[in-house]
């Protein structure tokens, strides 16, 4: 069984900084790409960073030369380094695993983690 575990969400000042992390555990497969969205209440979920098996980071404009998503040295861990935060980064995070198994491409999502900038 796979899960996706999140954690380093909190509460900061805006201009702070939080470092999320997110590490997939059980038998995932190979990866085939990753990312993080956000949720701010009463709006859809977004794509905040992603990347692919091929290595290209892609961000949101919203969140370009702030934010930076990473491969942590433990396989299947990835980190999400917050910059400069705003309040209007307040939201739940998730973060996403997409992975081919058994012929398959199968989805993850974390359990989300809780962002509050405060102005």
């Known amino acids: 069984q796979v899960q996706l575990v999140e954690s380093g969400g909190g509460l900061v000042q805006a201009g702070g900084s939080l470092r999320l992390s997110c590490a997939a555990s059980?038998?995932?497969?190979?990866?085939?790409?990753m990312a993080w969205y956000r949720q701010a209440p009463g709006k859809q979920r977004d794509l905040v960073a992603h990347i692919q098996s091929g290595g290209n980071t892609n961000y949101a404009d919203s969140v370009k030369g702030r934010f930076t998503f990473s491969r942590a040295n433990a396989e299947n861990t990835v980190i999400l380094q917050m910059d400069r935060l705003k309040p209007e980064d307040t939201a739940v995070y998730y973060c996403?695993?997409?992975?081919?198994?058994?012929?398959?491409?199968?989805?993850?999502w974390g359990q989300g983690t809780q962002v509050t900038v405060s102005s």
């Open positions: 059980g038998s995932i497969g190979s990866v085939t790409a």
């Open positions: 996403y695993f997409a992975a081919l198994a058994a012929g398959m491409l199968h989805a993850y």
